[in-house]
Every structure is written in C-alpha cells, then in structure tokens.
C-alpha cells in the first residue's frame, strides 16, 4: 500500500507537468504565429488572433474612434468633434505585431513564466493614435472665434466675396493650445469617452492694426489680376483667376521679435482645381540606350533621363511672386521617376561584345534576295532586353507587297511552288531565319522555337536550319543573360550576315551532328558541359530535274573563331500542325529516304 501510494504521488505532479508542458508547447510553438493568452489592446481582446486578424480587429476599433464624437466643454459650451475630421489613424499593422510580442521576449524560460502569468496576469496594450495638428487648429480656431464669449485673436485677413478684408487683433481669450492638444488627443484615442474640458488662456495681441491693414494690401495686390504660368517647351499655360487666388488666400500670425501678420496662398487650395493638368507639363522617363558603331563594333551608352513632374509643392510660392510681379511666371518643376533602364543598370552590364555570327550564301538579284534583305533591314539595330524574347514575326509582322516584299518560290503543301499564292510573297527569307537561327544556336542564348525545312537545301547545314512563314513557322529566342543582345544585320549581293553582340557571361557553343541529330554543345566558364540535340527527318523530294544533292555524312563542326555563345540546358522546337509558310526559288532537290508528316508551307 505504501508503494502505491508513493508511485501515485510522484505520479499525479508527473502527470501534471507533462500537461502544462504539453499545453505550454501548442500556446507557444504550435501557435507560435499567433497573439499569445491574455492580450489585449484597448479593451479589444486579441488572444489566439494571427496579425492579420489582429490587424482586424484593431482597424473596427480605429473604425469606432474615428466615427463617435467626443464630447468637450469650451467656455461653458458643450461641442462636438468626430476623430475623422482631424484625420485620426491608428497603425494597426504596429499594433498586431506588438501584440504578437507581447509575451514572446526571447530565451525558454522567460518565455514559459510569462506564458504562466498569463493565467492570471493580463496584458493590455495602448492604442496610441496621430491626428493631424493642421486641421485640429483648424477647429481650434473655429471654437476661438464662434463659441467663446470673449475671444481674442491676432488679426486676420479674410475674404468678403472675393475681396481681402481686415480683421483687426482683439484682446480677450483663446483656447491654450499647448494643454487643449494633449486633451484633444487623450479623449480621442481611447472609446470610453466622457465631457473634457478645455482650458482657456488670456490673450493680449502683439499684431498691430497696421500689421492687419499692410497684410491687407499685400493680399489685394495678389489678387488684383490673373496669373499666367507658362513652361518652356510646352504650348499650354495655366491660368489663375482672380477669384481662384481669393479662395487660397490665408493669413497667420507670426509672433516673433518683429510680430507680423504672413499672408500666402494656400498650396492645396490653389492646386485643387489644376492638378488635372499637371500630366500636360510632364517629361517621361527616358531609358539608357546603346549607340553602335558599325566600323569598331564598338557602343556607347546613351544616359538614361528621370521624368521631369509639375512640383505641385512649390506652385504657390510661384503663383504669389508671379502675381506681385509681372502676373507671368514659369511653371516649377521638379525631377520625377527615375527611367525603367537606367544608366547604372546599363553600365552594370559589362562590356557588350561580339558573341555571334553567322554568314549564308545565295546568288545574286533574284526576287528572293530582295525578300531576305529587307528582312534583314527590318530587323537590323532590334536590341532584346535580358528575359525578353525575340520573335521574328512578332518583329516584322506579315510580309506584303505593300512592305516591298516580292513573290518568290515558296514549299506549299511539301512542294517547290511560285508564283500566284499569297505564301509566295515573301518567299526565300527562310535562308535568312537560317542564318538568324545559327547566329542564335552559337551565341548559345535560349531557343525557344525554330523548325527546319520540310524539304533539305544543300546550302544550308543539315538539320541545323530554319524555315518561316507567318504566322508559323518562326524563330524565337529568348536572352537568358544579364546583358542586352544587340542583333545587327549586313548583306552583300551574294550573302547575309547575322551578328549578336552582347555579354553571355562567357558561355561558348559548338556544333556536332550524328546522322539526323545535331547537338549543341555548350561549355559553361566553370568549365562544365551541356548538351541540346535536335533531331529532324527531311521529307523525300518529288524530284523535277536529273540533277540531285546528296545528304551530307556524319560531321562535327564549330562556330566561326570570333563566335562566343550560351543558352539553356533544355530547348524543346516544334512548330503548329498548320501553318502558312514559304521556301526558296530554287528546284534542286534531294532528301534523307526518311520521311515524316506534311510540314507547313514555308519560305
């Protein structure tokens, strides 16, 4: 019996600190992303609420704050103020992630006895709220002037319609602006609320009324006539009435060792009715760009320019000069969004270099050759930003005879065909999205789509080719480096040439072919190896002549010496079961026995 009843009683106290231990664990680590036992903030309890919920919670109670007038007594008078009329805000997101530290301040132990107290110790935290003091001595002044019986003030100048009149100093009382504040903002932040008294302060004048009757005169003079303002460069020009000036005017006190009365014109005022022209004498951000120079193959950096904006702040000021001067003045601005592109990230992109280039041949004059040169010329100084991609097609849109595209030989339906066919036009700018689409195999950028002609031309490398037509087939790649890719073109007579430069971060690629599979074979600077290969199956010719081309044996072959090049590890090129595409005008034939099914028409 004795044993059993000292097993129970180290047993039960076992027992028990496993479930507070246990219970201690899910308060504090299982709900470690939520507010802790027993906190609260102004009386809103908070416990087990997420910071979101948290922040909830505490934006009904600034909801409460702002919305319920609080009662005050001034001068025996009872009046109102609503929390929203001096903009009363609470930081709820501040307060829910205070409330989420409540009891959490570092280290177990500490942790686990403030998660004890909690039992029987609550936390209540403050809910501290900001006003904006310039619309409180807004209503502070209005309670001077209309609700004590003996008020004072300084002088002023007002406005009888439209026109700047005196108020002349008054001695008597005022509201003590330093104690009222501090009251004012107790009774507002907290939603139990009772009648507050505000005191008052005797007043004696230190503004003269020859201040009043000079300040006056100043103000009569900024209204006496309209304002123009005007910007260099810009055709429009903003114009202030007189009546428009009227309503911004305001006056203030400045009692220092020389008081005066300040008159000015109030910025929001003025600005209210003509911040919807400001976009009007706007400059937008201009990008850095690239200047090549063709001879050296060399490129200069053309600085990037911040938008230039209306400085809405500096308006008054420049309406007020303006009006006591010639009534014209010049529109202030000031600098705005920096560019998208900026000079630094230009610069931060290393030098820009020649990466790739590629050079295809074709006789000389024929209708196809206009076709692949204007190609060319329309893609010529085209600049593809890093993670853009670059579609031919997309670039040059749908070739016409408009554009001066002229019919040429064109694949349709898997044979030579010309003239009369709409894929005809443009035909034989495939040889150029062959060459395009090598001087991106060896700049070893990002394929993302090319196809090889249906039919196989010994002009070009096998497999290693591309057709195009519109809107499919097409050549895209994408610039997977931290540099731009400057593509230029060139063409004599008898070639095309494609060259990238850019800056791929070292990356070479050369070519290798096995059969009807050609690899791209990439090396990386730290000397690692990726593989891509492409395999392509050329349909049997219908042949028209007796002379023939035979396929090329197996071959390995490289980028010209001057070619550097980079792209992804995995590339996937397919083209859509129906397209309208064109070949070239030549009808010497010959293909692998292999054959495939119906390629779209290409040029």
């Not at 003045?329 to 998208?340: F, L, N, R």
């Not at 090889?452 to 790649?477: M, N, W």
Request: net charge negative.
């Amino acid at each position: 019996m004795r044993r059993i009843l000292l097993g129970i009683a180290i047993g039960i106290p076992a027992f028990a600190l496993v479930v507070v231990a246990a219970r201690f664990g899910y308060d504090e680590w299982v709900n470690e992303d939520k507010v802790g036992r027993s906190v609260s903030a102004a009386g809103v309890d908070l416990s087990g609420l997420s910071v979101a919920a948290a922040a909830a919670a505490i934006a009904g109670y600034e909801e409460r704050l702002a919305t319920e007038p609080a009662t005050f007594s001034v001068d025996g008078e009872e009046v109102t103020l609503v929390g929203s009329t001096v903009g009363l805000e609470v930081d709820e997101d501040q307060l829910a992630a205070a409330a989420i530290e409540a009891r959490r301040r570092g280290g177990l132990f500490t942790d686990f006895t403030g998660w004890v107290s909690s039992w029987w110790s609550p936390v209540e935290l403050a809910v501290p709220i900001t006003i904006d003091e310039v619309l409180l001595g807004v209503v502070l002044d209005d309670w001077d002037r209309n609700v004590i019986d003996d008020p004072a003030y300084e002088g002023a100048v007002l406005v009888d319609n439209g026109v700047p009149v005196p108020e002349y100093p008054q001695a008597g009382q005022m509201i003590d602006r330093t104690v009222a504040v501090s009251l004012i903002i107790g009774s507002l932040e907290s939603a139990k609320r009772s009648t507050v008294e505000v005191p008052l302060t005797d007043l004696t004048p230190v503004i003269s009324a020859a201040d009043v009757d000079a300040a006056v005169d100043r103000a009569k003079a900024i209204v006496a006539r309209p304002v123009l303002l005007s910007l260099d460069g810009f055709a429009g020009r903003i114009v202030f009435l007189s009546g428009r000036l009227a309503s911004a005017l305001t006056s203030q006190p400045m009692v220092t060792a020389v008081p005066v009365l300040v008159v000015s014109l109030d910025g929001e005022k003025l600005n209210a009715g003509v911040e919807a022209r400001f976009d009007e004498f706007a400059t937008p951000a201009i990008d850095a760009t690239f200047i090549f120079d063709e001879e050296s193959g060399t490129f200069t950096i053309v600085p990037s320019q911040p938008a230039i904006v209306v400085d809405a702040g500096a308006l008054a000021a420049v309406v007020e000069a303006a009006a006591l001067g010639s009534g014209q003045g010049q529109i202030p601005t000031k600098v705005g969004d920096e560019a998208a592109f900026t000079t630094e990230m230009a610069e931060a992109m290393g030098p820009i270099t020649e990466v790739s280039t590629f050079t295809t041949f074709h006789p000389c004059c024929a209708n196809r050759v206009i076709n692949i040169q204007l190609l060319a010329d329309k893609i010529d100084g085209a600049i593809v930003m890093p993670g853009d991609t670059f579609s031919i097609n997309e670039h040059v849109g749908v070739r016409t005879l408009a554009d001066g595209f002229k019919r040429a030989g064109a694949i349709i339906s898997g044979e030579l065909s010309c003239c009369d066919n709409p894929v005809n036009i443009g035909g034989g700018t495939s040889q150029f999205a062959t060459t395009f689409y090598n001087a991106v195999f060896f700049s070893c950028y990002e394929d993302i789509e090319h196809q090889p002609h249906s039919l196989y031309f010994a002009r070009y490398p096998f497999v290693r080719e591309a057709t195009i037509g519109f809107p499919k087939p097409d050549v895209i790649f994408r610039n997977d480096s931290d540099a731009i890719v400057y593509i230029d073109t060139s063409h004599t007579g008898g070639s095309i040439t494609v060259t990238f430069y850019g800056n791929n971060g070292g990356r070479t690629c050369t070519a290798e072919r096995s059969g009807n599979t050609v690899t791209r074979v990439m090396t990386h600077p730290d000397g690692s190896v990726t593989r891509q290969s492409w395999s392509w199956f050329y349909r049997t010719r219908k042949t028209t002549t007796t002379t023939t081309t035979t396929v090329p044996g197996t071959t390995t072959t490289t980028a010209p010496d001057e070619t550097t090049t980079t792209a992804p590890d995995e590339t996937t090129t397919t083209a859509p079961d129906e397209t309208t595409t064109t070949a070239p005008d030549e009808t010497t034939t010959t293909a692998p026995d292999e054959t495939t099914t119906t390629a779209p028409d290409e040029t």
